[in-house]
């Protein structure tokens, strides 16, 4: 196996030159304020992600022999556009492997780049098994979606637009899935700048890089669960382990409701949408996962192929993260005007009541009492604790 070199990242960023977008960097200080913070925008990327970049690379180093047997991939989805592109641009066929619970605009969207596609129960593991039983049966190359030095390189490039985009740059934060691309923008920036510091994210429901670097060995984890569909990856690779092992500054984690909140506010102040893996690095700073303090800061958001049935619920749980939306139970006695005069201490307060569940109390509980049940749009959390002040002060009971 080739090794990874600066001189192939070069070349990389040469082939690609009039296949992928160079990304804009985006100023955006209202996310952390306090901050110098830019969005590094690979969501707008071809394919919606920063995928292609790596997939295309690998399969222009292959032989001609290679090419004509043709190519099997496996991804959570992004890396199978990537693939899928890059297969139809080099008229290759490309057989794609991807878990069942993938996003279905995620298996759509590969199928119009001309590709087959294998859906195979389980999670990326599975469909990476059922790959590379394919490659062994039919003959075709395996194009890994992180362990592999050309995808590596591939990943690498955005480092170099970054190099020259943002200068002065002392911080970039890069999601971890399997780590190609944390490798390739590591290995490369640290090699044109050691100074700037490399930050990981990984999804709190899969850790599976950062346990491996803490603990000094590869692991592979028994299962992941997280909203980050693009970084649910059970076990690193053993190339991207060892740059990581060498490259990378700091790894950390962010939960299913940071990644929530993180996805809202680029939507809200940057009118950007990202999926749950291309938000994580966002999420990060936002929830002080990092120290930023003074450190002009990237953080890659490397997706935007969110399944649209997903983001409502994301949005939902976003709005509820941020105190953009609040619940209460309040105990109140069943008369006429208690629940005119809850709405107008509400209302005075700025509150806006958008769902009402009434309910008498069941069996042990006062004859006369019951519980109102409300949902509120809030402006933040200081502004629901104003709500439940002005409503306890009257002397109602919030449950």
Do not use: W
């Amino acid at each position: 196996m080739k090794t990874l070199t600066l001189d192939n990242v070069y070349k990389a960023s040469y082939v690609l030159k009039n296949i992928v977008r160079k990304t804009d960097v985006i100023y955006a200080p209202k996310l952390k304020p306090g901050t110098e913070l830019y969005l590094k925008t690979e969501n707008l990327q071809i394919t919606g992600s920063f995928k292609v970049r790596g997939a295309y690379y690998k399969m222009s180093q292959l032989s001609k022999e290679e090419k004509a047997r043709g190519v099997v991939a496996c991804s959570a989805g992004n890396h199978a556009q990537g693939v899928a592109l890059a297969a139809q641009k080099n008229g290759i066929k490309a057989v794609i492997c991807l878990p069942d619970g993938a996003p279905i605009s995620k298996v759509e969207a590969t199928k119009s780049y001309g590709a087959e596609i294998c859906l195979v129960e389980g999670v990326y593991d599975d469909a990476y098994q059922k790959a590379l039983q394919l490659r062994d049966e039919q003959g075709y190359t395996f194009i890994h979606p992180f362990n592999d030095p050309d995808v590596i390189a591939g990943q690498g490039t955005i480092a170099l637009e970054l190099a020259e985009q943002v200068p002065d740059l002392d911080a970039v934060i890069v999601p971890i899935g399997g780590g190609g691309l944390i490798s390739g923008v590591a290995y490369t920036i640290k090699n044109i700048n050691p100074r700037v510091k490399v930050y990981g994210v990984q999804a709190a429901g899969a850790p599976s890089m950062l346990n491996s670097i803490h603990d000094g060995h590869i692991e592979q984890l028994a299962s992941v669960s997280t909203i980050a569909d693009g970084i649910a990856v059970k076990q690193p690779g053993d190339l991207t382990y060892d740059v990581c092992s060498k490259y990378v500054d700091e790894i950390v984690t962010v939960t299913d409701d940071e990644i929530s909140a993180a996805i809202l506010a680029l939507m809200e102040q940057h009118k950007l949408v990202t999926e749950g893996a291309g938000a994580v690095a966002v999420a990060a700073a936002m929830f002080d996962k990092v120290d930023l303090k003074g450190k002009k800061t990237v953080c890659l958001l490397s997706g935007g192929n969110i399944d649209v049935t997903i983001l409502s619920r994301v949005i939902a749980r976003g709005l509820l993260m941020s105190g953009r939306s609040c619940q209460l139970n309040i105990e109140l006695v069943d008369k006429p005007g208690q629940l005119l005069t809850v709405s107008r201490i509400i209302a005075e307060c700025g509150g806006n009541v958008t769902a009402v569940h009434h309910e008498h109390t069941n069996e042990g509980s006062d004859v006369t009492g019951c519980y109102l049940g409300l949902t509120l749009e809030t402006r933040n959390f200081e502004h629901i604790n104003q709500i439940k002040k002005a409503l306890t002060d009257f002397g109602l009971k919030i449950i």
